[in-house]
Protein backbone atom coordinates (compact mmCIF):
# COMPACT_ATOMS: atom_id res chain seq x y z
CA UNK A 1 0.00 0.00 0.00
CA UNK A 2 1.43 3.79 -0.83
CA UNK A 3 2.20 5.95 1.92
CA UNK A 4 -0.61 8.39 0.78
CA UNK A 5 -3.35 5.65 0.71
CA UNK A 6 -1.99 4.58 4.15
CA UNK A 7 -2.19 8.10 5.37
CA UNK A 8 -5.91 8.59 4.24
CA UNK A 9 -6.90 4.99 5.83
CA UNK A 10 -5.93 6.16 9.25
CA UNK A 11 -7.51 9.39 8.89
CA UNK A 12 -10.51 7.71 7.93
CA UNK A 13 -10.58 5.13 10.96
CA UNK A 14 -9.81 8.64 13.53
CA UNK A 15 -12.99 9.99 11.90
CA UNK A 16 -15.10 6.83 12.54
CA UNK A 17 -13.57 7.04 16.29
CA UNK A 18 -14.51 10.21 16.58
CA UNK A 19 -18.46 9.16 15.21
CA UNK A 20 -18.68 6.20 17.44
CA UNK A 21 -17.88 8.93 21.00
CA UNK A 22 -19.49 12.22 19.53
CA UNK A 23 -22.96 12.70 20.74
CA UNK A 24 -24.88 13.33 17.37
CA UNK A 25 -27.33 16.56 16.68
CA UNK A 26 -30.92 15.35 18.41
CA UNK A 27 -28.69 13.03 20.58
CA UNK A 28 -29.06 14.92 23.63
CA UNK A 29 -32.17 15.59 25.75
CA UNK A 30 -31.70 19.41 25.93
CA UNK A 31 -33.25 22.00 23.82
CA UNK A 32 -29.68 23.78 23.94
CA UNK A 33 -26.53 22.46 24.21
CA UNK A 34 -22.93 22.89 23.46
CA UNK A 35 -19.46 21.71 24.42
CA UNK A 36 -16.28 24.38 23.97
CA UNK A 37 -12.76 24.49 24.81
CA UNK A 38 -12.43 26.98 27.46
CA UNK A 39 -9.03 28.23 26.59
CA UNK A 40 -9.43 28.44 22.64
CA UNK A 41 -13.72 28.49 22.34
CA UNK A 42 -13.16 25.92 19.69
CA UNK A 43 -16.77 24.51 19.50
CA UNK A 44 -16.34 20.54 20.53
CA UNK A 45 -20.12 19.77 20.00
CA UNK A 46 -23.57 21.81 19.43
CA UNK A 47 -27.05 21.18 19.14
CA UNK A 48 -29.34 23.98 18.78
CA UNK A 49 -26.65 26.28 20.64
CA UNK A 50 -27.50 29.64 19.06
CA UNK A 51 -31.29 29.75 20.41
CA UNK A 52 -32.06 32.14 23.15
CA UNK A 53 -33.77 30.24 25.85
CA UNK A 54 -33.48 31.51 29.48
CA UNK A 55 -31.21 29.70 31.72
CA UNK A 56 -32.39 30.49 35.10
CA UNK A 57 -29.41 30.77 38.39
CA UNK A 58 -26.63 29.44 35.81
CA UNK A 59 -27.23 33.15 35.49
CA UNK A 60 -25.13 33.73 38.81
CA UNK A 61 -22.04 32.66 36.86
CA UNK A 62 -22.26 36.12 34.96
CA UNK A 63 -23.33 37.68 38.55
CA UNK A 64 -20.29 35.84 40.04
CA UNK A 65 -17.80 37.61 37.75
CA UNK A 66 -18.91 40.73 38.18
CA UNK A 67 -18.87 40.35 41.49
CA UNK A 68 -15.36 39.17 41.45
CA UNK A 69 -14.30 42.33 39.35
CA UNK A 70 -15.96 44.49 42.32
CA UNK A 71 -12.74 44.98 44.47
CA UNK A 72 -12.54 43.50 48.04
CA UNK A 73 -13.74 40.23 48.59
CA UNK A 74 -13.26 40.61 52.04
CA UNK A 75 -15.26 43.83 53.12
CA UNK A 76 -17.92 43.18 55.32
CA UNK A 77 -21.36 44.28 55.17
CA UNK A 78 -24.75 43.83 57.10
CA UNK A 79 -27.90 42.29 55.48
CA UNK A 80 -30.94 44.05 54.58
CA UNK A 81 -33.93 43.06 55.60
CA UNK A 82 -34.50 42.84 51.22
CA UNK A 83 -32.00 40.47 50.65
CA UNK A 84 -33.37 38.09 52.76
CA UNK A 85 -36.70 38.19 51.98
CA UNK A 86 -35.94 36.75 48.50
CA UNK A 87 -38.23 33.61 46.78
CA UNK A 88 -36.60 30.69 45.75
CA UNK A 89 -33.59 28.95 46.84
CA UNK A 90 -31.61 30.21 49.51
CA UNK A 91 -28.16 30.13 51.57
CA UNK A 92 -30.43 31.40 54.45
CA UNK A 93 -29.42 34.92 54.87
CA UNK A 94 -31.15 36.20 58.00
CA UNK A 95 -31.76 40.89 58.58
CA UNK A 96 -28.56 42.26 60.58
CA UNK A 97 -25.82 39.61 60.06
CA UNK A 98 -22.83 39.80 58.84
CA UNK A 99 -20.48 38.68 56.37
CA UNK A 100 -18.00 39.01 53.58
CA UNK A 101 -18.62 39.73 50.22
CA UNK A 102 -16.77 36.32 49.52
CA UNK A 103 -18.70 34.55 51.90
CA UNK A 104 -21.83 35.26 49.95
CA UNK A 105 -20.24 34.28 47.00
CA UNK A 106 -19.49 30.92 48.33
CA UNK A 107 -23.37 30.81 48.73
CA UNK A 108 -24.50 31.77 45.65
CA UNK A 109 -22.66 29.33 43.94
CA UNK A 110 -22.99 26.26 46.45
CA UNK A 111 -26.39 26.89 47.26
CA UNK A 112 -27.63 28.61 44.26
CA UNK A 113 -28.92 31.33 47.21
CA UNK A 114 -31.35 33.89 45.25
CA UNK A 115 -30.99 36.08 48.67
CA UNK A 116 -27.45 35.63 47.71
CA UNK A 117 -27.52 37.26 44.57
CA UNK A 118 -29.58 40.11 45.39
CA UNK A 119 -26.82 40.61 48.46
CA UNK A 120 -24.43 40.95 46.20
CA UNK A 121 -26.36 43.03 43.96
CA UNK A 122 -27.15 45.88 46.44
CA UNK A 123 -23.45 46.25 47.92
CA UNK A 124 -21.77 46.37 44.35
CA UNK A 125 -24.05 49.92 43.37
CA UNK A 126 -27.55 48.19 43.73
CA UNK A 127 -29.87 45.69 41.85
CA UNK A 128 -30.27 48.23 38.83
CA UNK A 129 -26.12 49.34 38.41
CA UNK A 130 -25.36 45.75 39.39
CA UNK A 131 -27.81 44.44 36.44
CA UNK A 132 -26.13 47.16 34.06
CA UNK A 133 -22.56 45.90 34.88
CA UNK A 134 -23.43 42.11 33.96
CA UNK A 135 -25.23 43.10 30.48
CA UNK A 136 -22.46 45.26 29.69
CA UNK A 137 -19.85 42.73 30.73
CA UNK A 138 -22.04 40.39 28.32
CA UNK A 139 -21.28 43.51 25.73
CA UNK A 140 -17.59 43.26 26.21
CA UNK A 141 -17.40 39.60 26.03
CA UNK A 142 -18.84 40.36 22.54
CA UNK A 143 -22.11 38.63 23.17
CA UNK A 144 -25.02 39.52 21.15
CA UNK A 145 -27.75 37.26 21.85
CA UNK A 146 -27.79 37.19 26.24
CA UNK A 147 -29.41 39.78 28.30
CA UNK A 148 -29.80 39.87 31.90
CA UNK A 149 -32.79 41.70 33.73
CA UNK A 150 -31.75 40.18 37.70
CA UNK A 151 -29.11 38.54 38.84
CA UNK A 152 -30.46 35.05 40.08
CA UNK A 153 -32.26 33.84 37.26
CA UNK A 154 -35.70 34.04 38.27
CA UNK A 155 -38.36 34.20 34.97
CA UNK A 156 -38.72 37.01 32.77
CA UNK A 157 -39.19 37.49 29.35
CA UNK A 158 -36.35 39.79 28.39
CA UNK A 159 -33.69 37.24 30.45
CA UNK A 160 -31.98 34.84 28.02
CA UNK A 161 -28.83 33.80 26.56
CA UNK A 162 -27.73 30.92 24.59
CA UNK A 163 -25.66 27.59 25.41
CA UNK A 164 -22.96 29.12 23.19
CA UNK A 165 -23.25 32.43 25.22
CA UNK A 166 -23.18 31.38 28.45
CA UNK A 167 -20.46 28.69 27.61
CA UNK A 168 -18.33 31.75 26.49
CA UNK A 169 -19.31 33.78 30.03
CA UNK A 170 -18.27 30.77 31.95
CA UNK A 171 -14.74 30.68 30.49
CA UNK A 172 -13.95 34.50 30.93
CA UNK A 173 -15.10 33.43 34.89
CA UNK A 174 -12.41 30.27 34.83
CA UNK A 175 -9.98 32.89 34.42
CA UNK A 176 -10.38 33.85 37.79
CA UNK A 177 -8.70 31.73 40.26
CA UNK A 178 -11.33 32.71 43.00
CA UNK A 179 -14.27 32.09 40.95
CA UNK A 180 -11.96 28.49 39.89
CA UNK A 181 -11.77 28.01 43.68
CA UNK A 182 -15.19 28.55 44.65
CA UNK A 183 -17.05 26.62 41.58
CA UNK A 184 -14.88 23.25 42.75
CA UNK A 185 -15.66 23.40 46.35
CA UNK A 186 -17.90 20.37 47.25
CA UNK A 187 -19.01 21.95 50.69
CA UNK A 188 -17.93 24.20 53.29
CA UNK A 189 -19.15 26.42 56.24
CA UNK A 190 -19.10 29.94 55.83
CA UNK A 191 -20.18 32.67 58.52
CA UNK A 192 -22.30 29.85 60.39
CA UNK A 193 -23.82 29.04 57.47
CA UNK A 194 -23.13 25.51 56.12
CA UNK A 195 -23.01 25.27 52.65
CA UNK A 196 -23.49 21.74 49.78
CA UNK A 197 -22.57 22.09 46.55
CA UNK A 198 -26.10 21.66 43.85
CA UNK A 199 -23.60 20.48 41.10
CA UNK A 200 -23.35 16.30 41.54
CA UNK A 201 -20.87 16.28 38.68
CA UNK A 202 -17.88 17.27 41.21
CA UNK A 203 -18.34 13.54 42.69
CA UNK A 204 -20.10 11.92 39.69
CA UNK A 205 -17.09 13.19 36.96
CA UNK A 206 -13.18 12.39 36.54
CA UNK A 207 -12.10 15.59 36.18
CA UNK A 208 -15.02 18.11 36.77
CA UNK A 209 -14.06 21.47 38.37
CA UNK A 210 -17.47 23.09 38.37
CA UNK A 211 -19.73 25.38 38.07
CA UNK A 212 -23.48 25.69 38.15
CA UNK A 213 -27.05 24.26 38.26
CA UNK A 214 -30.34 25.91 37.69
CA UNK A 215 -33.78 24.99 37.51
CA UNK A 216 -36.94 27.03 37.12
CA UNK A 217 -40.39 25.57 35.27
CA UNK A 218 -40.27 28.11 32.27
CA UNK A 219 -35.95 26.84 32.06
CA UNK A 220 -36.78 23.69 32.66
CA UNK A 221 -33.15 22.16 33.83
CA UNK A 222 -29.94 24.10 33.08
CA UNK A 223 -26.27 22.97 33.84
CA UNK A 224 -23.43 24.00 33.35
CA UNK A 225 -19.95 21.55 34.34
CA UNK A 226 -16.41 22.32 33.43
CA UNK A 227 -13.66 19.27 32.89
CA UNK A 228 -10.04 18.97 33.00
CA UNK A 229 -8.04 16.18 31.97
CA UNK A 230 -4.45 16.30 30.72
CA UNK A 231 -4.01 19.77 30.79
CA UNK A 232 -7.09 20.91 28.67
CA UNK A 233 -10.48 22.10 30.15
CA UNK A 234 -13.84 21.92 28.65
CA UNK A 235 -17.03 23.73 28.99
CA UNK A 236 -20.45 22.05 28.52
CA UNK A 237 -23.61 23.54 28.81
CA UNK A 238 -27.09 22.64 28.34
CA UNK A 239 -30.49 24.20 28.79
CA UNK A 240 -34.05 23.14 29.62
CA UNK A 241 -32.69 19.46 29.61
CA UNK A 242 -34.68 16.57 31.92
CA UNK A 243 -31.59 14.32 31.68
CA UNK A 244 -28.88 16.45 32.59
CA UNK A 245 -26.46 14.50 34.39
CA UNK A 246 -26.05 11.72 31.95
CA UNK A 247 -25.98 13.82 28.66
CA UNK A 248 -23.16 15.98 30.80
CA UNK A 249 -20.96 13.23 31.01
CA UNK A 250 -21.65 11.78 27.46
CA UNK A 251 -21.04 15.07 26.30
CA UNK A 252 -17.70 15.54 28.27
CA UNK A 253 -16.22 12.35 27.56
CA UNK A 254 -16.81 13.02 23.82
CA UNK A 255 -15.23 16.21 23.93
CA UNK A 256 -12.35 14.82 25.42
CA UNK A 257 -11.91 12.12 23.11
CA UNK A 258 -11.29 14.46 20.69
CA UNK A 259 -8.12 15.22 21.99
CA UNK A 260 -4.84 13.15 21.12
CA UNK A 261 -1.01 13.38 22.53
CA UNK A 262 1.22 14.79 20.64
CA UNK A 263 5.47 14.80 21.54
CA UNK A 264 6.13 18.69 21.08
CA UNK A 265 10.26 18.03 21.34
CA UNK A 266 12.16 15.11 22.75
CA UNK A 267 15.02 15.37 25.47
CA UNK A 268 18.07 16.39 24.12
CA UNK A 269 16.34 18.25 20.84
CA UNK A 270 17.83 21.07 20.27
CA UNK A 271 15.01 23.77 20.59
CA UNK A 272 18.26 27.19 19.47
CA UNK A 273 21.34 28.34 19.36
CA UNK A 274 23.03 30.77 21.04
CA UNK A 275 26.06 32.56 20.56
CA UNK A 276 28.90 32.66 22.28
CA UNK A 277 31.46 35.12 23.33
CA UNK A 278 34.74 34.62 24.32
CA UNK A 279 34.70 30.52 23.97
CA UNK A 280 36.30 28.15 21.36
CA UNK A 281 33.35 27.63 19.68
CA UNK A 282 30.97 30.65 18.37
CA UNK A 283 27.62 29.18 19.38
CA UNK A 284 26.30 26.56 21.52
CA UNK A 285 23.26 24.51 21.28
CA UNK A 286 20.10 25.05 23.43
CA UNK A 287 18.34 21.47 24.26
CA UNK A 288 15.22 20.43 25.80
CA UNK A 289 15.67 19.17 29.65
CA UNK A 290 12.87 16.53 29.08
CA UNK A 291 10.57 15.38 26.54
CA UNK A 292 7.31 17.31 26.63
CA UNK A 293 3.81 15.75 25.04
CA UNK A 294 0.79 18.00 25.35
CA UNK A 295 -3.23 17.15 24.23
CA UNK A 296 -4.33 18.77 20.95
CA UNK A 297 -7.04 18.84 18.97
CA UNK A 298 -6.55 18.48 15.11
CA UNK A 299 -5.38 20.93 13.55
CA UNK A 300 -3.73 22.86 16.59
CA UNK A 301 -0.23 21.61 16.14
CA UNK A 302 0.23 24.31 13.50
CA UNK A 303 -0.87 26.76 15.44
CA UNK A 304 1.60 26.62 18.30
CA UNK A 305 3.74 28.85 18.72
CA UNK A 306 7.19 28.27 20.65
CA UNK A 307 8.59 31.31 23.02
CA UNK A 308 11.79 30.90 24.10
CA UNK A 309 13.03 32.84 27.45
CA UNK A 310 17.11 33.68 28.50
CA UNK A 311 19.53 35.52 26.87
CA UNK A 312 20.15 35.73 23.17
CA UNK A 313 24.14 35.43 24.01
CA UNK A 314 26.56 34.00 26.37
CA UNK A 315 29.63 34.36 27.33
CA UNK A 316 32.46 31.57 28.05
CA UNK A 317 32.93 29.02 29.29
CA UNK A 318 29.32 27.67 29.12
CA UNK A 319 29.04 24.27 30.71
CA UNK A 320 27.64 21.62 29.11
CA UNK A 321 24.22 20.88 30.78
CA UNK A 322 24.03 24.16 32.93
CA UNK A 323 20.52 25.51 32.94
CA UNK A 324 20.29 28.00 29.82
CA UNK A 325 16.41 29.52 30.22
CA UNK A 326 12.64 27.86 29.17
CA UNK A 327 10.48 27.49 26.30
CA UNK A 328 6.73 27.33 26.35
CA UNK A 329 4.13 26.24 24.15
CA UNK A 330 1.43 28.40 23.29
CA UNK A 331 -2.00 28.49 21.81
CA UNK A 332 -3.03 31.89 21.63
CA UNK A 333 -2.94 33.01 25.38
CA UNK A 334 -2.98 29.62 26.57
CA UNK A 335 0.52 28.32 27.48
CA UNK A 336 -0.09 24.28 27.09
CA UNK A 337 3.16 23.49 27.74
CA UNK A 338 6.74 24.42 29.35
CA UNK A 339 9.90 22.85 29.50
CA UNK A 340 14.03 23.66 31.29
CA UNK A 341 16.39 24.62 28.59
CA UNK A 342 20.16 23.48 29.25
CA UNK A 343 23.24 24.03 27.20
CA UNK A 344 23.67 21.08 24.98
CA UNK A 345 27.62 21.69 24.57
CA UNK A 346 29.80 23.41 25.71
CA UNK A 347 32.46 26.63 24.91
CA UNK A 348 35.42 26.64 26.36
CA UNK A 349 38.16 29.68 26.84
CA UNK A 350 41.03 29.85 24.27
CA UNK A 351 44.44 28.44 26.37
CA UNK A 352 45.55 31.57 26.53
CA UNK A 353 43.11 33.35 27.94
CA UNK A 354 42.27 30.31 30.06
CA UNK A 355 46.30 31.10 31.35
CA UNK A 356 45.37 34.82 32.32
CA UNK A 357 41.98 33.84 33.76
CA UNK A 358 43.81 31.63 35.98
CA UNK A 359 46.77 33.98 36.91
CA UNK A 360 43.83 36.31 38.04
CA UNK A 361 42.21 33.81 40.02
CA UNK A 362 45.46 32.48 41.89
CA UNK A 363 46.49 36.02 42.66
CA UNK A 364 43.57 36.93 44.79
CA UNK A 365 43.90 33.35 46.08
CA UNK A 366 47.44 33.15 47.33
Known amino acids: MLCGEWCNVKK????????????????????GAVVIDADTGETLFEQNADSRLPMASTTKIMTALVALGEGDLDRVYTVKPEYAAVEGSSMYLKAGETLSLRDTLYGLMLASGNDAAVAIAGECGGMTAFVGKMNAKAAELGLTDTHFDNPNGLPSDTHYTTAHELAKITAAALKDPVFRQIVSTKSCTVSGHALS????????????????????????????????????????VTLNDPNDWNDHMEMLDAGFAQYSEVTLHKAGDTIANVRVFGGDTASVPLAAKNTVTAYLLPGEREKLQRVRYGEKICYAPVVKTAQAGSVEYRLGDCVLARDTLVYGGESLLPAEEKGIVEKILERFTN
Open 12 to 31: LFCVLALLLVLPRAGAVSAQ
Open 197 to 236: NHNRLLSMYDGAIGVKTGFTRAAGRCLVSAAERSGRTIIA
